[in-house]
């Protein structure tokens, strides 16, 4: 468990054994978009950059959430003493974000637009990461491809984690060996709108 208050960032009760600053409800914005150096408050990325992300300093994590459909691994490094930092699991979340979605992430957007029982295609998510994409370009990104973070829609303030065994039971792929998932620290993200 973190000290009550670090920095002024009062330690979650609910979720004790995660750093304070990752923590759902911590007023910082970090907008997955951009680079964490680029979108963090300097002050506040250079203080807690380097923190263990859990009390225990684990070396392996994993983000899911139900904003979009994969998972996102982090591994604290190589060495035994390794643990996955604050700054691993900030710049984790941006670049597990500007892959670019696969074929297969398209159609289920496309099946998801033409499944929709409202009829209103322009709220669909292929829409939605359409007019995100066109936003990302409108702001001097050259690049065409549609990135897993334009999923999100106008969603890219991440706006801390939470533990929810329920979510992760509901998104975690089934059929993993269990000695492989023992270590896996796993926690579910959330996101806002907002972000500029």
């Known amino acids: 468990m973190f000290a009550v208050s670090i920095f002024g960032i009062k330690q979650s009760k609910k979720y004790s054994e995660l750093h304070p600053i990752l923590a759902l409800g911590v007023p910082i914005i970090y907008d997955v978009r951009k680079r964490p150096r680029e979108s963090i408050q300097p002050d506040i990325y250079e203080r807690f950059r380097g923190y263990a992300a859990t009390a225990s300093f684990v070396q392996r994590l994993r983000i899911v959430s139900t904003d979009f459909p994969?998972?996102?691994?982090?591994?604290?490094g190589r060495r035994k003493d390794s643990f996955v930092s604050v700054a691993d699991v900030w710049k984790a979340l941006h670049?597990?974000?500007?892959?670019?979605?696969?074929?297969?992430e398209w159609a289920i957007a496309k099946r998801m637009a033409a499944d929709n029982t409202k009829g209103n295609k322009s709220h669909?998510?292929?829409a939605r990461m359409l007019r995100a994409q066109e936003r990302r370009k409108m702001s001097g990104?050259?690049?065409?491809?549609?990135r897993r973070v334009d999923w999100?829609?106008?969603?890219?303030?991440?706006?801390?984690?939470?533990?929810?065994e329920q979510t992760v039971k509901e998104v975690s792929l089934p059929g993993r060996r269990r000695d492989e998932e023992e270590d896996v620290d796993v926690w579910v993200a959330k996101f806002a709108t907002g972000g500029e």
């Open 141 to 146: 990104d050259r690049d065409d491809k549609i």
């Open 95 to 104: 670049e597990g974000l500007q892959e670019p979605v696969e074929q297969g």
């Open 70 to 76: 994969w998972e996102i691994d982090i591994t604290g």
């Open 152 to 164: 999100l829609g106008q969603k890219t303030s991440f706006i801390g984690f939470l533990r929810d």
């Open 124 to 126: 669909s998510l292929s």
